[in-house]
């Protein structure tokens, strides 16, 4: 099942203009990472953020979680036509043993020049 | 490049055939983990081997089974194949058993006619 949950599930902007990702999950986490996926294609790591952070940045990313919410935001600031994807939230529950990301089902975002 | 590669990188069988997927992690990284993204389920958690033994399980169908070799190269195979088994499915690296950052490879596109 899809734990995660992202809206919009379509988002489009204009070059320049500050691009907002919201996820929502059910259950405790031990931590919420972002990827992104060209059409397709293989998923790139963006950010991992741990239950015990708030906020995390990466050049244009930042990364917002709140555990008592069930909730985590990517804002990708100066967006370019380049960051056109969809992008995935998962989590990584607290397991007895192992480890396993539960994807949402994604954002596309267009990013029109 | 994330470092973890899969062959091959498409495959086209029948149903009732069996195939096999190859996945090499990144370098020293013990963990590997294998998904599968179809367009109606998403991207799903299948299986996760940890320095050669099964750490965790997921929505792995019992056609389907893993290995992961003393190279920690892992192989995924699939056998009684089904139309609905058409899918990308991705490898994943990490350095440790789990709660890190997961590497992804490129995936294998399976169509199964």
Known sequence: SQQGEEDPQALSIQEGENATMNCSYKTSINNLQWYRQNSGRGLVHLILIRSNEREKHSGRLRVTLDTSKKSSSLLITASRAADTASYFCATDARETSGSRLTFGEGTQLTVNP | ?113
């Open chain 2, 1 to 113: 490049d994330s470092g973890v590669t899969q062959t091959p990188k498409h495959l086209i069988t029948a149903t009732g055939q069996r195939v096999t997927l190859r996945c090499s992690p990144r370098s020293g990284d013990l963990s590997v983990y294998w998904y599968q993204q179809s367009l109606d389920q998403g991207l799903q958690f299948l299986i996760q081997y940890y320095n050669g033994e099964e750490r965790a399980k997921g929505n792995i169908l019992e056609r389907f089974s893993a290995q992961q070799f003393p190279d920690l190269h892992s192989e995924l195979n699939l056998s009684s194949l089904e139309l609905g088994d058409s899918a990308l499915y991705f490898c994943a690296s990490s350095v440790g058993g789990g709660f890190q950052t997961q590497y992804f490879g490129p995936g294998t596109r399976l169509l199964v006619l």
